[in-house]
Structures are given as C-alpha cells and as structure tokens.
C-alpha cells in the first residue's frame, strides 16, 4: 500500500502556521480545526513558501513547560527544529512511513511531491488504512 491510496481519501486540506507566529496562534489553529499537528512553512526568498517542520501537541506541552504562562508568546520558531525536515512522498510505501515514523519518533510527516506539500500523513491514518485492508470495512481517519 503506498501514501497516495490513502490521501485519495483524506481531505486534501492541509493547515499550515508560519514561523514568526506564536504558539498561542499554533494552538488556536489546532483546535479550531480538531488537529494535533500544523505544517510549518517558512518565506526563503530563493524558494517561496518552504515546509520547514511540523508543530505538534507535544511542542505546546514543551513550550507549557519552559515558558509557563508565557508560551502562548513564545514563536514557533522557537520550539521546531529546522535542522532536518522529515517528510515523505505519496509514492512511498506505508512500510516506509511507519519506519520514518518510527525512527524519528514522530506521528505525523508532511507529503511533498515535486516540492510542492500536498497532505500530512499521520499513524492514524496509517492505522485505519490497515484495518481497513485487514476487515474490509472503512475506517474513521482524522
């Protein structure tokens, strides 16, 4: 089973936070759209609009943790290390996801083809892919 079979039946929208905003806009985001992960994009003048990582759940816990009550104005920039983007393709195998997942300690992983971000895979949708193929029935993916 490859990435792609299971974005065709995701909604392709994906929602994005900038760099320079701050966790309590991160935040917001997620939960006015019921997620726990935004792909976050960068301006580089010589690329556009670049993913440069993932801000989750767990980066609002940190920041909780560090700052107090001051995280909610702490910048993104801040809390996602830029240093190694980890992403995947819609080419690639859900074998090859899970072990990206996996290695990396992650639950989420932005799909880039041809540069372009087209979706976010999660370990949900991975998980309610196999059951799936497992029972035949469909399952309920975030």
Known sequence: MLVGDILRKKTPRVVTVRMN???GIAAKLMRANNISA??????????GNTVVGMFTERDV?????EHGT???????SQLVSVQQLVSCT???????VRHL???HHIRHLPVIDDYSLVSVISMRDIAA???EAIN???QAAA
């Open 136 to 138: 035949g029935t469909p």
């Open 21 to 23: 905003e701050t966790v």
């Open 90 to 96: 819609s080419s690639d195998t859900i074998e090859h």
């Open 38 to 47: 935004l792909v976050v994009k960068d301006v580089v003048r010589s690329e």
């Open 70 to 76: 001051n995280a909610v104005n702490v910048k993104v």
């Open 129 to 131: 892919a196999v059951d």
């Open 101 to 103: 997942m996996n290695r």
């Open 61 to 65: 816990v940190r920041a909780v943790a």
